[in-house]
Every structure is written in C-alpha cells, then in structure tokens.
C-alpha cells in the first residue's frame, strides 16, 4: 500500500473540547480496529520481519582478537 500524506490545511476550526471528542474517538476507532484483525496485522508483521534481511553485526568485528578471561 502506498503512503499518501494526509493534510488538513482545510480543516474546520474546532474547539479545544471538539478535537478533544474528535481525537478520543479516532484513537478507540484504531484501538478497536487492532483488537478486530490483530490476528492479520500479527501474521503481517511477522511475514515482514521474515522476508526482511538483517545485517550481521558481528561482521564489522571478524577480525578482532577475543579478550583473554
């Protein structure tokens, strides 16, 4: 899915209590959408750490000598 930004320069002027209201509900709209399909966005996130490459870190250090204990 692409990202398209969102802007609100034509926003409607709101109270400070209505984008207080606007904003509570927007957060348990999302809230309540992640506890409907947690199963699929779980199943997602975990394809997407699969198919994603990590870098060795140890690489960088190969040719270090080990401390002696």
Known sequence: MEYVPISLATAPNLTDD??????????ELITAMENHY???????????????????????FEDDELPNF
């Open 18 to 27: 209505t984008a207080a209201v606007v904003i509570e509900f927007l957060y």
């Open 38 to 60: 947690y199963a699929q966005l779980h199943q997602r996130q975990q394809m997407l750490e699969e198919n994603q490459q990590h870098p060795d870190l140890f690489d960088l």
